[in-house]
């Protein structure tokens, strides 16, 4: 069975950072490229990120670009979102999901809540 | 920057079959893909490239694009089908990756 657990969440100041780790099994990790996408609350989607199988390429939404990073160490199973310059805008539920087919989310963790306030 | 458009809300009597369109410039040459977002759960995909089901989802939900518009229809609503509906895409350089606004299907 696929899981994926996410974990790191919290509260945040305004400016701060942080970095949402996502434990994955059940599957050969490293054979996916994976994904982080968020929810704002009572919100719609939004995609945050991507990472290629081996880390080699990455892409971000407009909204994250140049403020996070995404990484992943396929020994440890892992895949890793670092949030720098945060902002209110990006309190919201972050979910680590699998990439099929490079494109679309076909296993998604629970999600973990990242709240941005003073 | 690329937009999915879809209609905020939807209502379905049981038994009766739901429609949610999803609008995007790409979609001529992008697939579609539509996931179900029941109140406090994760996501899951229900339909990918444009009409295929996972294993596992059941045959009252269906996709289909024709030009701009990708539509997902319920059949047979049930009760429990209440819940948030969303499409997927990319833009036609397949970077930007795009979810519509979302459509909350209520039954009843």
């Known amino acids: 069975e696929v899981q994926l657990i996410e974990s790191g969440g919290g509260l945040v100041q305004p400016g701060g950072s942080l970095r949402l780790s996502c434990s994955a099994s059940?599957?050969?990790?490293?054979?996916?490229?994976m994904a982080w996408v968020r929810q704002a609350p009572g919100k719609g989607l939004e995609w945050v990120a991507n990472i290629r199988e081996d880390g080699s390429d990455t892409s971000f939404g407009d909204a994250v670009k140049g403020r996070f990073t995404i990484s992943r160490d396929n020994a440890k199973n892992s895949l890793y979102l670092q949030m720098s310059r945060l902002r209110a805008e990006d309190t919201a539920i972050y979910y680590c999901a699998r990439v099929k087919a490079a494109i679309h989310f076909d296993k998604w963790g629970q999600g973990i809540l990242v709240t941005v306030s003073p | 920057s690329y937009e999915l458009t879809q209609p905020p809300s939807v209502s379905v009597s049981p038994g009766q079959t739901a429609r949610i369109t999803c609008s995007g410039d790409a979609l001529p040459t992008k697939f579609a893909y539509w996931y179900q977002q029941k109140s406090g759960q994760a996501p899951e995909l229900l339909i990918f490239?444009?009409?295929k089901r996972p294993s596992g989802i059941p045959e009252r939900f269906s996709g289909s694009t024709s030009g701009t518009v990708a539509t997902l229809t319920i059949s047979e609503a049930h009760v429990d089908d209440e819940a948030d509906y969303y499409c997927?895409?990319?833009?036609?350089?397949?970077?930007?990756?795009?979810f519509g606004g979302g459509t909350r299907v209520t039954v009843l």
């Open positions: 059940g599957f050969v990790f490293g054979n996916y490229y």
């Open positions: 490239e444009d009409s």
């Open positions: 997927f895409s990319t833009d036609t350089s397949g970077h930007q990756r795009v």
